[in-house]
């Protein structure tokens, strides 16, 4: 493994500079998620600054999901293996905020799953739609509503994976994680047209017919969407 080298940074906005350094190595392959930083006082020589500007930039790298800090003996800064948290915490706040609306996230959905399909359908091995095919019977056994709509979202991420491509990975992990949050505000998390439409889509996958595939997906997004923004009737 490269070893990783910094150097002094400037007096200004020092724990910045501390952030886009370790940034650089991470860009350069000198670190490595799991990798852990060497600590703070070594941090402090190698850059140049006091242990508090190290402290600050460790904060910011760790809110920013790049590190986990640890407690203990064995502890220190460790770099995150990635994942989708943060952008799901970006979603989540632009939502709360009124940034982002309920139809805009449909409306992103609706175009990221068209690739997302199509890959699938193109890429998905057997053991990815035997995956698949389980999860669709797990989902039907599951009888706790909230369980089962948890499990209907790691459906749509082992679809996801099916993709072989990590980014439409991380996008539909974060934009589903969003969408149960909106179910679960909503109170409705059980849409009886949703059954039929999972074992309907596990099969087409498996056929790799990307056309019906995503025409039930289209289908299974839209049937979510209506459901949750509307309320039940007393």
């Keep these: 493994m490269e070893k990783a080298v910094f150097t002094p940074v400037k007096a200004t906005r020092i724990f910045e500079d501390i952030c886009d350094q370790i940034r650089v190595q991470l860009a350069s392959g000198a670190l490595k998620p799991g990798d852990k930083l060497?600590?703070?006082r070594d941090l402090a020589l190698a850059f140049g600054v006091g242990r508090p500007s190290v402290r600050e930039a460790l904060r910011t790298l760790e809110i920013s999901?790049?590190?986990?800090?640890q407690k203990g003996a064995k502890g220190g800064a460790f770099i995150n293996s990635g994942d989708t948290s943060m952008l799901t915490k970006a979603l989540h706040d632009s939502m709360l905020l009124g940034r982002i609306s309920f139809d805009n996230l449909k409306e992103a959905r609706e175009v990221i799953w068209g690739p997302v399909i199509r890959l699938a359908c193109?890429?998905?091995?057997?053991?990815?739609f035997d995956k698949i095919d389980s999860h669709v019977d797990l989902i039907e056994r599951t009888k706790d509503l909230q369980l089962r709509a948890a499990a209907s979202?790691?459906?749509?991420n082992l679809i996801a994976a099916a993709s072989q491509n990590e980014a439409l990975v991380m996008l539909v992990e974060s934009l589903a994680q969003i969408v149960l949050f909106?179910?679960?505000?909503?109170?409705?998390?059980?849409?009886p047209e949703l059954p039929p439409l999972r074992q309907q889509l596990a099969e087409a996958l498996r056929q790799r017919d990307e056309a019906r595939?995503?025409?039930?997906?289209?289908?299974y997004l839209?049937?979510?969407?209506?459901?949750?923004t509307t309320p039940d009737k007393p």
């Design 213 to 219: 595939a995503a025409a039930i997906v289209d289908e």
């Design 153 to 156: 979202v790691e459906l749509f």
């Design 38 to 40: 060497p600590g703070e």
């Design 65 to 69: 999901g790049i590190v986990t800090l």
């Design 222 to 228: 839209s049937v979510v969407h209506r459901s949750s």
């Design 182 to 191: 909106v179910r679960e505000k909503s109170g409705r998390v059980y849409f």
């Design 122 to 128: 193109q890429r998905g091995t057997n053991a990815d």
